[in-house]
Each structure stands twice: as C-alpha cells, then as structure tokens.
C-alpha cells in the first residue's frame, strides 16, 4: 500500500483527515471552518437532509455517492452534473440512471431559506455524499468546504470521463491517474460498490445469449453460482429498468463485504473483477478484505481526494441559487 502524505487521525467514531493537493484546491481555499461563520448549521442541515430521506428510502445513500463520482470526474466537484437541460452532463445516457438529485434540491431549499446565496451546491453534494457512507454505517469523515459552482455542463464531456463497467486496468490507472488519484485510491475508492444497485446492461457483457434465447456465461472469472443468480435476476429481453444489488450480501451497510466479494469472485462488474486479478491490485484487495478498520482509514483519505478534484474556489463559479440551473 502506497504511503501518502496526509495527518489522520481516529477519535470518537470520528475520521479526521487533512490533505493538500497539488493537482486540487489548496489548503488555504477550501477550509474544515468555511461556514462556520456565514452558516454555522450549513453541515448539520444537509446531514439531517440525507437522514431523512435515507430514513424513508434505503437506497438513497448508494445514490448521493456515486451522484459525487459522477459530478467530480466531470469538470471537476462543482455540481455541474446537476444542472438540467439539452445537452448538459446529466442529460448524457450514461447519467440518466443517476439519483439523489431530490435529496440535494431538499437541502439546497432549506439552505437558502436559513443562509441564502452562501451555500454552493458543490459542497452540498460533497457533504451529503460524505454523509450517506456515514447513515449506511460507514465511517464518518471531515471534509473541507468552500467549493463553487461550475456553469460549464456539457454531455460531450461525460464518457471520456468516468469509468466504463467493462474498463480494463489500464483503461481506469489512466483515468483515475488524470485525477490526480492512485491505484490505491482506484481500489479504495472502488468499495463505494459496497452500497448501490446497478441496472442489468451494466453487466451484460459478461453473458451471451445462446440459440434458444437463454443467456449463458462467457466471462470465466465469475463465480458460476453467483452468474446463475444474475441470470435469474436478469435474464434474456429483461426490462431496461431491472436493477440488482452490487453487494447482495449486506446491500445497505457501507462495509468491506465488496472485498471479500471480489476474493469469492463475485464482483458485478468487469472493472471489479480485474481488481483480484491483476497482480497490481490484488493484495490491496485482500488487505481491504481481511480488516474493515484498514478499510475506513483508507477510504476516508480517499475519498477526500476524490471530493477535491478540480473544484471551484474563490471568484471561480458562482453559488447557485437553485442547483438545477444557473444564476441569471
């Protein structure tokens, strides 16, 4: 495992990481304190957002984390994946899956009513990311804020961008690489599939269908067990809507089950197979597999990363006063 430059430490259930990033924001744009005067309840509010709605909806946590991914490795974590309209990152096929938009709008509205035009939807989608791992009993992490908001959303920009389920190594060590993220933070950062569901299409390529319409298993490095599951989820000329479960076993808890999945060859995906397979990445696997602890402590540092990547500070952007659109 890499060594990296970070202060970390664990205390009262707490992560606490501070990390300055060359390819990022610098320490001194975005701060642990950024609202603590002109919105001193700014976190609270978007935590009991993501409470509530997770309360009535357990898949809302899976949701907020990948809506995170999928805004930060375009144009960076500045919430341009959130704005509507022809030709915008969200109305890109590979985002119409996407959730968590309600949840963000819910926060953004409560926000402007208590601390109007001080809250960027950026942070609110890095805050209510960090805490869905914490509601589905992840770890809880500190993360600086401060970020603005981009007004630049181009679908063009979204597949060149975010990882494919049928990636090779290579193809995710070049894209996450263009982040300024590592191989460990491609393998840590992979375990954000311990929660979420994925569509059926998402996986098909490991299947074919025979002569008789049945689907078979081409890919070998999957559990046959597991495959049979699938096809049984998912089987031939199933509706484009059907979703199964990333991790079966514990859906909805935030844990290392991923990992341990991934060693039984029961990774849903090609891009999460390869992690096993390649000589690159399995130990870091095994290692993640075997201490939960090690787990969170490298995916707290991780994912700070990840939520730093190419964000807005200072006279950059603007602070939406509705997510959806920009400011006139």
Same mark, same amino acid.
């Given at each position: 495992m890499e060594k990296r430059p970070t202060a970390f430490f664990y205390t009262h259930g707490v992560f606490f990481v501070w990390l300055c990033l060359a390819a990022s924001a610098s320490c001194d744009e975005l701060t642990l304190s950024f609202y603590?005067?002109?919105?001193?309840? #700014?976190?609270?509010?978007?935590? !009991?957002? +993501?409470?509530?709605?997770?309360? %009535? @909806?357990?898949?809302?946590?899976?949701?907020?984390?990948?809506?995170?991914?999928?805004d930060c490795f375009v144009e960076g974590c500045d919430a341009s994946v959130l704005?509507?309209?022809?030709?915008?990152?969200?109305?890109?096929?590979a985002n119409t899956s996407l959730?968590?938009?309600?949840?963000?709008?819910?926060?953004?509205?409560?926000?402007?009513?208590?601390?109007?035009?001080?809250?960027?939807?950026?942070?609110?989608?890095?805050?209510a990311?960090?805490?869905?791992?914490?509601?589905?009993?992840?770890?809880?992490?500190?993360?600086?804020?401060?970020?603005?908001?981009?007004?630049?959303?181009? #679908?063009?920009?979204?597949?060149? !961008?975010? +990882?494919?389920?049928?990636?090779? %190594? @290579?193809?995710?060590?070049?894209l996450f690489s263009s982040k300024g993220l590592s191989l460990d933070d491609l393998v840590t950062l992979s375990g954000a599939h311990t929660i979420g569901s994925a569509h059926c299409g998402a996986f098909s390529d490991r299947f074919q269908q025979d002569s008789k319409g049945k689907l078979k298993l081409i890919d070998t490095s999957l559990d046959n067990a597991y495959a049979g599951e699938l096809m049984r989820q998912c089987p031939a000329g199933a509706n484009p809507s059907t979703t199964v479960k990333i991790d079966p076993n514990t859906s909805f808890a935030?844990?290392?089950?991923?990992?341990q999945n991934l060693i039984a060859h029961r990774g849903l995906f090609q891009s999460d197979s390869v992690l096993l397979s390649d000589d690159r990445t399995r130990k870091l696997?095994?290692?993640?597999a075997q201490d939960q602890v090690i787990f969170f402590e490298s995916w707290a540092q991780s994912f700070l990363k990840l939520a730093s990547i190419g964000v807005k500070t200072g006279e950059e952007g603007e602070i939406r006063a509705s997510c959806p659109t920009t400011n006139a």
């Amino acid at each position: 495992m890499e060594k990296r430059p970070t202060a970390f430490f664990y205390t009262h259930g707490v992560f606490f990481v501070w990390l300055c990033l060359a390819a990022s924001a610098s320490c001194d744009e975005l701060t642990l304190s950024f609202y603590s005067a002109s919105c001193p309840s #700014a976190e609270l509010m978007v935590r !009991n957002t +993501v409470r509530s709605a997770s309360d %009535m @909806d357990p898949t809302v946590p899976g949701k907020l984390l990948r809506l995170l991914f999928h805004d930060c490795f375009v144009e960076g974590c500045d919430a341009s994946v959130l704005l509507q309209g022809t030709g915008t990152e969200r109305s890109d096929p590979a985002n119409t899956s996407l959730g968590g938009f309600s949840v963000i709008d819910s926060a953004k509205r409560l926000l402007e009513i208590f601390c109007p035009g001080t809250v960027s939807c950026a942070d609110i989608v890095a805050l209510a990311a960090r805490d869905a791992v914490e509601v589905a009993g992840g770890p809880v992490v500190q993360i600086p804020t401060g970020r603005r908001d981009g007004k630049v959303s181009a #679908a063009s920009n979204v597949r060149p !961008n975010i +990882v494919d389920t049928s990636f090779t %190594m @290579d193809e995710m060590i070049k894209l996450f690489s263009s982040k300024g993220l590592s191989l460990d933070d491609l393998v840590t950062l992979s375990g954000a599939h311990t929660i979420g569901s994925a569509h059926c299409g998402a996986f098909s390529d490991r299947f074919q269908q025979d002569s008789k319409g049945k689907l078979k298993l081409i890919d070998t490095s999957l559990d046959n067990a597991y495959a049979g599951e699938l096809m049984r989820q998912c089987p031939a000329g199933a509706n484009p809507s059907t979703t199964v479960k990333i991790d079966p076993n514990t859906s909805f808890a935030f844990d290392n089950q991923y990992y341990q999945n991934l060693i039984a060859h029961r990774g849903l995906f090609q891009s999460d197979s390869v992690l096993l397979s390649d000589d690159r990445t399995r130990k870091l696997v095994e290692s993640l597999a075997q201490d939960q602890v090690i787990f969170f402590e490298s995916w707290a540092q991780s994912f700070l990363k990840l939520a730093s990547i190419g964000v807005k500070t200072g006279e950059e952007g603007e602070i939406r006063a509705s997510c959806p659109t920009t400011n006139a």
